[in-house]
């Protein structure tokens, strides 16, 4: 891949002084100081070496040096954690980037209303830890919840294993402080539940990846924290019998608080990793589920085991207990590295699809696998039809990251044409922008550069991506 | 009030011709025939004489309608039902009203991805009704849910007594059918659960009040269906005592569905129009709460009645069947016949505070109710902190039309001030919009003006409503 980013203009020593002035000379940063905020957590995707990194403490400060870099053109590269894996933090040569990482302030939490205000730079799992401190609850979990920022969380609506449950980080946003284009602070939003005044510019703003605006504080609403949660893994011989279990679950009542999925190639991956973990290496697919049900959490996961087994699960462990729970779910946050550690690099797809088109999407990716040639290890949100297929590829290897670029766009079109989409809840950021017109077609995404252009008119506001 | 809607330019026989052509003689009315089309239910709204009403069939005539009008330059005005409550539907004179109530169509209801995709036409309560077919279930319960649309409730974001566990319309949409102000037609959204490619115009257009587009087609989340609901209302001697009682089950972890109030004036109201019915007159307060948890209905409701008694209720009604409850929710629902034919005409407000707020909110009404010598009856979401006190006025004397008036104002004032919104689940309109901007401020009422430019570049989407 090569940099398809182009700053529109290039910071000068004048413009330079003034961020200095701004925010202070130890947060500006140039040259060699610039280099561990040139890309996200991506492999392969294009990004280019930032003229400078600024590191406001304030929303005024954001304001200000958005003002001055607009009057100045230069094209302005919003980061939180810089954990995102789709580029879409990643600044083009000559980019100004800024950075909301010391803006890490817990403004207000508010056990009556329940709701939490934060720095847009505060990591979100102390947006949680924070309300607990209430007996309250930020259910929305990442996967890099816990270097995360709530900020970026928020810009890329990101969404977790909980989802399943309780939906992802938009729906918990109420309120938005965030910087425009021109250096204007804007508030939208409620610290109501219910609110209609105006039209709703802060679900605008969710998922907006930093191309409308710099959110610098967060309003979420938390719930009552729920008592601890037991879990169960099973492991099945086959992908048919693994989603007739994750079917029987997802189609009743029930509310399971998780409920994950790993295939064969992601427990052989796992297994190479850490050869003592319990699981064997030839499962052919892994279901994870938790309750955290108030006072039924214990009961449910005894009836998720009961329908494994019903569905020919070969090896079923259950936990009740936060340690053995912790061990059950070590696999799924073990995937990535594992994947990293065995094949060298992964292209991250982020497809979901009806939960009926489940199977579809599986045999789909199975077949293109074959076809190109590539592995495929495919994790993730089964409950909410989210799949996570890691491709894998040699990146010394031009032909294999060849074979692996294809095999992520024709997933991309296996999941479109089920009724799907490209992107549950990574964003688009640069790897995943020429698909978008594939799934949204002509008119809509003509609809969203006019509201674009209405918002950050000289397109300087991280130029290049989601749109 | 006054007429302060101004159509951009006026109907001629050319464009008549052409829209009959599109929609068929018989789904185009003019003269006489429009009365009916002229307002919506609120009270004192301004509203004008339209130039004609189209009846289409299909977003392709909605398309083809907008085209034509758009290139005469015709204002137009969205209708569903007509049963909002802030003259969001009111035409002024001249405008072309395009009422979707012949789109009635339910198109798919996928018991296993758990949506319906319906005509913006089709009324909510039929929606729930498919659903329920499949054993699923749609919560969103406006007050008018068995005369709204469903495009009426996304327009306006309509929420209801049961969002208090369940959430408001805009939670439960998933994808939209849209005609556009020069007549493309947009599809928006997912049909996944999870979804950020592109940036989230479905929000953007939920709640919009048909200033962005006119709302075709809708496909709608569904959850499982609860088993039958449990209630209990329970009359209290002071509003300090209702406040406690829903406080003890709004702060815990219970999951009530409904969790609604009447005050001593709606109660009086009540009793006016039925004296039959089982309360005292002179009841201060009453707290209605339902709970539809699978299995828990009845035990959850003995609870909540122990906590009404603990809280000093002078009378607890239990009801755990289906026509006892009816008898103990029918109050709720004669509040506004009553008030009407109590006092000739009412101001709806909506507005929503901060639940810990809601003190305040009270008292301050109260307060203002006597300095202007109104008469003030307030019900609604205690558990949204969505409250909707009726002003009373008869509309035969101008002084009382302007007292009333008066103390909308300052009501909508008072939930500004206490950290609140004027619009819980109303909506705007004409009503409330000359407060629009007390509330959300010059910097976010110019955003919404850019966003409103950007998709109706001349204004002729629903002139006058909303921003």
């Known amino acids: 891949m090569t940099n398809i980013l182009d700053a529109p203009a290039r910071p000068t020593t004048a413009l330079l002084d003034a961020l200095a002035e701004i925010v202070g000379p130890g947060e500006l940063l140039t040259g060699p100081d610039t280099e561990p905020f040139r890309r996200d957590r991506s492999d392969g995707t294009p990004s280019g070496s930032p003229a400078a990194v600024v590191l406001p403490t304030s929303t005024e400060q954001v304001a200000a040096v958005v003002a001055v870099a607009a009057a100045h053109g230069i094209a302005i590269v919003p980061q939180g954690a810089r954990t995102g894996l789709a580029g879409g933090a990643n600044p083009g040569d000559g980019d100004l980037v800024v950075s909301t990482s010391r803006m890490t302030r817990i403004l207000a939490v508010d056990a009556a209303d329940r709701t939490a205000t934060v720095e847009a730079g505060v990591l979100t799992i102390d947006v949680d830890r924070a309300a607990a401190g209430v007996g309250l609850f930020y259910p929305p979990d990442p996967a890099s919840v816990a270097i995360s920022t709530i900020g970026g969380n928020v810009a890329t609506n990101a969404g977790g294993m909980r989802c399943v449950k309780y939906g992802v980080t938009g729906d918990f946003v109420r309120r938005l402080t965030v910087v425009l284009a021109d250096g204007r602070i804007a508030r939208t939003g409620h610290l109501t539940t219910k609110g209609v005044t105006g039209l709703d510019l802060t679900s605008l703003l969710v998922g907006s990846e930093g191309t409308l605006g710099i959110i610098t504080e967060v309003t979420v609403a938390l719930l009552p924290r729920p008592g601890s949660a037991s879990g169960v893994l099973a492991a099945f011989p086959s992908t048919t019998a693994v989603l007739a279990a994750a079917d029987e679950i997802a189609l009743s009542s029930r509310r399971p608080s998780v409920l994950e999925y790993l295939d064969a190639a992601s427990v052989a991956a796992i297994k190479a990793h850490d050869p003592a973990w319990f699981l064997p290496a030839d499962a052919e697919a892994v279901l994870l589920v938790q309750s955290d049900e108030q006072g039924r959490a214990v009961v449910d996961v005894?009836?998720?085991?009961?329908?494994?087994?019903?569905?020919?699960?070969?090896?079923?462990?259950?936990?009740?207990?936060?340690?053995?729970?912790?061990?059950?779910?070590?696999?799924?946050?073990?995937?990535?590295?594992?994947?990293?550690?065995?094949?060298?690099?992964?292209?991250?797809?982020?497809?979901?699809?009806?939960?009926?088109?489940?199977?579809?999407?599986?045999r789909g990716i199975e077949a293109l696998a074959d076809e190109l040639g590539v592995t495929v290890a495919t994790g993730g949100h089964l409950g909410d039809g989210n799949l996570h297929p890691s491709i894998c590829y040699d990146p010394s290897d031009p032909a294999a990251e060849a074979a692996a670029v294809r095999a992520h766009g024709r997933i991309i079109e296996l999941a479109v044409a089920l009724g799907g989409t490209l992107s549950g809840e990574h964003g688009i950021g640069v790897l995943k922008r020429d698909h978008v017109g594939a799934e949204l077609g002509d008119v809509v995404v003509g609809l969203q550069q006019q509201v674009k252009r209405a918002l950050d008119p000289r397109g300087l506001l991280n130029p290049g991506k989601k749109l």
Chains 1, 2 share one sequence.
């Open 302 to 362: 005894e009836e998720y085991a009961a329908i494994a087994e019903q569905h020919g699960a070969t090896l079923v462990e259950v936990a009740h207990y936060a340690e053995a729970l912790d061990r059950l779910m070590s696999a799924r946050r073990l995937l990535h590295p594992a994947l990293r550690e065995l094949h060298g690099a992964i292209l991250n797809e982020d497809v979901a699809v009806p939960r009926s088109q489940l199977s579809a999407l599986l």
